[in-house]
Every structure is written in C-alpha cells, then in structure tokens.
C-alpha cells in the first residue's frame, strides 16, 4: 500500500464516525484498505423481522457499509446498482461480519463483491457496481 492509499485509508477511518446510520446499528469498521473493507455488527432483537430473524435491510446496510468503504478508497464513489443473495438466517446474538473486494476498477466504473458471514458460514451474497467522481 503506498502513502497515498494509507492516507485515503485514514480519511474513511475519520469519516466513518460521522456516517451515523450505520454507527446506529453498531456496525463496526474493522479493516480499510485499497479496494476492500470489512466491517461487522452483533445482531439485536430490534433487528428481527415478523419471521424472528435477522430482517433483510440489518444484512444488506452491513454489507452496504463495507461496499461504501472499499469503493471510496479509490476516491468518490456512488452506488449505482446492488443484488444480494440471502442464503441463510440469523439471529440475535449472531456476530456478522462483511467483507467487500474489488473485482474490477476502470476510470469511470468499479465492481465489487461483498459476502456476509456468520463465523465461517456465509449468510449473504451481493456484487455491486459504483460510478467514480
């Protein structure tokens, strides 16, 4: 990683403690670095949907966050399109984590795969593609 890329690095890291949506939910940053991003969160009851378990939205604003995180350490990026993939479900107590990598970088475009896992066992799976400033 060059100067530059740890000086990026640092700057999400500061950024990060105002994006409050994600804070609210005590999703965590736990890496940044060059085109990837890992965050997590410890599931709450108030995160159930009518079904008692982990609703969809708590999953993809995890996954979200680390998208948001890994794309922006290339410089400004905007989302412009998201699928994700429920594979299994989870629970209150349930420790999450979010893992984004870049797949592919242009001057104008950057794709990304993001995965949700619960320990080992991946609960979720999304790619996503960001417009670069």
């Known amino acids: 990683m060059d100067h530059r890329e740890t000086d990026r690095s640092q700057l999400l890291r500061e950024r990060y403690k105002d994006d409050l949506f994600p804070c609210k939910l005590g999703i965590k940053l736990e890496e940044v670095r060059a085109g990837y991003a890992r965050v997590s969160m410890v ?10 378990v982990t609703h969809g939205g708590a999953l993809f604003t995890l996954a979200d966050t680390a998208f948001g ?35 592919h970088l242009t001057r104008s475009t950057g794709i990304y795969r993001m995965s949700v896992y619960k320990g080992e066992d991946k609960v979720a799976l999304l790619r996503g593609t960001v417009f670069r400033k």
């Open 43 to 52: 599931v709450t009851p108030d995160m159930h949907n009518f079904n008692g």
């Open 69 to 103: 995180m890994a794309s922006n350490t290339r410089g400004t990026a905007l989302a412009m399109h998201i699928s994700i993939n429920y594979l299994k479900g989870t629970v209150s107590g349930d420790r999450l984590t979010a893992e984004a990598e870049e797949e």
